[in-house]
């Protein structure tokens, strides 16, 4: 099968990591792919902030994850049963689950299509990551980690103006365990019209 397909069908949110960093060779030709996301007017919004350090990832992952206000899991409606999600298991302590590198996606709070550009960086990082069998799994509530205390000290920080919001987080890292099969496809979700 062509090689982006089969990355395309293969790829999986992986909630389980182990301590070990990725290469940076290989997380440099990742970000180079979400550098390469199509963006609406070629404007190329999405700012890529990598963080690899393990306290300020556990800080914000906790902050992400006390964030969360949708609906826990019940016995047949859930995230994943092989790679629990913060709404599958209460006991998860960080939104982050322990990645060892966390991408934070920022994009100008002004901008109509700053999260659909935020979302193709992510799709194409997601994939060049599966494509080196590094794991990764995209987050939500970025925008409430960063407007935390510790959120607007880091954006002073690492120097991103308050006009950039951040859009969302892709966690990278490799996987600890099995990659799980995907839910059987939805029925009926491509209509072909004449
Ligand atoms: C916009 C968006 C936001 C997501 N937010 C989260 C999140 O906050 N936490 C999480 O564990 N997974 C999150 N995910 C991952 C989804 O749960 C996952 O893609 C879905 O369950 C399908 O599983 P798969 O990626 O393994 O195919 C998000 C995915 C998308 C597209």
């Known amino acids: 099968m062509n090689e982006i397909i089969r990355c395309m069908l293969e790829r999986r949110s992986i909630r389980k990591y182990k301590p070990e960093q990725i290469p940076d060779e290989e997380l440099n030709a990742v970000l180079e792919a979400g550098l390469y996301a199509p963006s609406a007017g070629g404007r190329q919004s999405p700012l890529i902030v990598v963080c690899q350090n393990a306290e300020t990832n556990a800080a914000l992952g906790k902050i992400n ?3 969360f206000r949708g609906r826990m899991s019940t016995g047949n409606v859930y995230v994943s049963k092989d790679q629990p999600s913060i709404a599958d298991d209460a006991g998860i302590a960080s939104g982050f689950y322990g990645a ?4 934070t996606l920022f994009a100008p709070g002004n901008f109509l299509y700053s999260e659909a550009d ?9 994939l060049a990551a599966h494509s080196l069998r ?4 995209m987050i939500a509530r970025a925008r409430d980690t960063f407007s935390s205390e510790l959120g607007r000290q880091l954006m002073e920080e690492w120097g991103i103006g308050k006009e950039t919001e951040a859009k969302f987080h892709v966690v990278l890292g490799y996987a600890d365990g099995v990659r799980p099969s995907p839910k059987p496809r939805k029925e009926g979700r491509i209509k072909r019209v004449l």
């Open 134 to 137: 590094i794991g990764s799994c």
């Open 65 to 67: 994850k006390a964030a």
């Open 118 to 126: 935020c979302c193709m960086a992510a799709q194409n990082i997601m």
């Open 100 to 103: 060892p590198t966390v991408i």
